[in-house]
């Protein structure tokens, strides 16, 4: 069975603040990609990034910065330097990698970013 | 525009009535996935495409929801006896997967049904 959590339901930074959104999955399966989309108010999901299960490797994107722990089952997105067009619902996802192909996406509740002036 | 088209973006319809909802995936994508998101939750898998097969049904896709891609292009997913509990924003999403690729999912704007 896959589960996303994010623990998270709302968050509020004032600009220019780093802000942490966490996410922890669970999966039986060895080999899965892990999500993260961006919902603003207009409500489509934009997709931020993806990873696969081989690679841990820490990734960054202007101030954006995503930390993959295999270990804890985390998959944690870091903005830094908030900025008030960050203001939206972030969603954490994970999909199986099957045979045929990488699978539909469960997602976590999301996590509600207030980004302040 | 090169993205995932959805149509139409509103519906309003009265319990009991039918609808349809459209789906246009980017050009070049193969498989084609439809969620459902209710207020304050994550999208929701319903079912998905590989071309014009329908590969896999979640649970929560009830008899009266039907769901179409007859030409492996566009999808339709049609709600029938519609009850208040359907209301929810309906996302179409696509992508292409090949033997040694898959890209990522692509949404649409989604369908927010209300039925009163």
């Known amino acids: 069975a896959q589960k996303v959590t994010q623990a998270q339901t709302e968050i509020s930074v004032v600009e220019k603040e780093d802000v942490t959104l966490d996410c922890v999955y669970e999966t039986r399966d060895t080999t899965y990609y892990l999500f993260w989309y961006k919902q603003p108010p207009s409500g489509e999901l934009v997709f931020l990034i993806r990873?696969?299960?081989?690679?841990?490797q820490n990734e960054i994107s202007g101030r954006y910065s995503w930390n993959f722990q295999k270990s804890t089952s985390s998959f944690n997105f870091t903005i830094t330097a908030s900025q008030v067009v960050d203001s939206a619902v972030y969603f954490c996802a994970l999909s199986a990698l099957g045979q045929t192909g990488a699978n539909n996406l469960f997602f976590g509740t999301g996590t509600r970013l207030t980004v302040i002036p | 525009d090169t993205g995932v088209s959805q149509d139409p973006r509103h519906k309003i319809t009265k319990r009991g009535q039918n609808v349809t909802f459209r789906c246009d995936p980017i050009?070049?994508?193969?498989?084609l996935y439809w969620y459902r998101q209710t207020l304050g939750q994550g999208p929701e898998f319903l079912t998905y495409f590989q071309n014009e097969a329908q590969l896999e049904k979640s649970r929560l896709l009830s008899d009266r929801f039907s769901a179409e891609r007859p030409k492996g292009s566009f999808s339709t997913l049609e709600i029938q006896r519609t009850e208040q509990g359907d209301s929810a924003m309906y996302l179409c999403a696509s992508s292409l997967t090949t033997g040694g690729r898959n890209t990522e999912a692509f949404f649409g704007q989604g369908t927010r049904l209300t039925v009163v």
């Open positions: 050009s070049e994508h193969n498989r």
């Open positions: 990873r696969n299960s081989f690679d841990e």
